[in-house]
């Protein structure tokens, strides 16, 4: 039973790209805003990204201009590409809906490091 599924992560060196995909239930998805978040080692969890379901995207300050969020309603995914990673980067990140959590997935672990 799906419910929330991420994947995409890995290690990377400084600069690099990554693509990280969620597949969510049907439940959690439809008509709700989703956002990316992650959580470094000693650090609360932040969000990062997150997009309506009608398209409208917001971004952490120190992720702008480089991370990108997108969603497809039909297929109940949301993915974020992020360019330019930066050593700071690194954490687990986690999709999920915004406001109203689900419970949360295992995650995916990125590692920016030469």
């Known amino acids: 039973q799906v419910q929330l599924v991420e994947s995409g992560g890995g290690l990377v060196q400084p600069g690099g790209s990554l693509r990280l995909s969620c597949v969510a239930s049907t439940s959690i998805f439809r008509f709700r805003t989703m956002g990316w978040y992650r959580q470094a080692p000693g650090k609360q969890r932040e969000l990062v990204a997150h997009i309506t379901s009608g398209g409208t995207t917001n971004y952490l300050n120190s992720v702008k201009g480089r991370f990108t969020i997108s969603r497809d309603n039909a297929k109940n995914t949301v993915d974020l590409q992020m360019n330019s990673l930066k050593p700071e980067d690194t954490a687990v990140y986690y999709c999920?809906?915004?406001?109203?959590?689900?419970?949360w997935g295992p995650g995916t672990q990125v590692t920016v490091s030469s």
């Open positions: 999920n809906r915004v406001g109203e959590n689900a419970s």
